[in-house]
């Protein structure tokens, strides 16, 4: 079949109809790839959520260790607060002792000093 031929066919149907045959053929390609688009994405996102999800994990895991970890250290630092403060207790409680049994001596040096000498 010769072009001229061929173009006077297309030109008695009309080129409307082919036309619209060609947007409709490119409409479905367009709406597959679409809905391959869309698969492609919902496979990302969960992909994301997934990986999401494993980080959270993972941070949660590592705060209740932190958690753990710096009650374990505050709870050293009170006992050994509270160590100090019963040995520093202990101590002035000792002084205190001590002044208090110096304070007597003194008394008892005083009195001898200032009793009278014949006795």
Do not use: C, N, Y
């Amino acid at each position: 079949m010769d072009p001229m031929s061929l173009a006077s066919e297309l030109s008695t149907l009309g080129l409307v109809p082919v036309l619209i045959w060609l947007h409709v053929l490119g409409e479905r390609r367009q709406d597959r790839q679409e809905a391959k688009l869309d698969e492609q994405r919902k496979e990302a996102d969960a992909r994301f959520e997934a990986l999401a999800r494993g980080w959270q994990k993972q941070l949660d895991t590592m705060t209740e260790k932190q958690d753990t970890r710096e009650s374990e250290l505050r709870d050293r630092f009170d006992k050994t607060v509270e160590k100090l403060d019963s040995e520093r207790h202990a101590i002035q409680s000792g002084i205190q002792e001590d002044v208090k049994a110096l304070a007597i001596k003194v008394e008892d040096v005083v009195r001898f000093i200032a009793r009278p000498v014949g006795r």
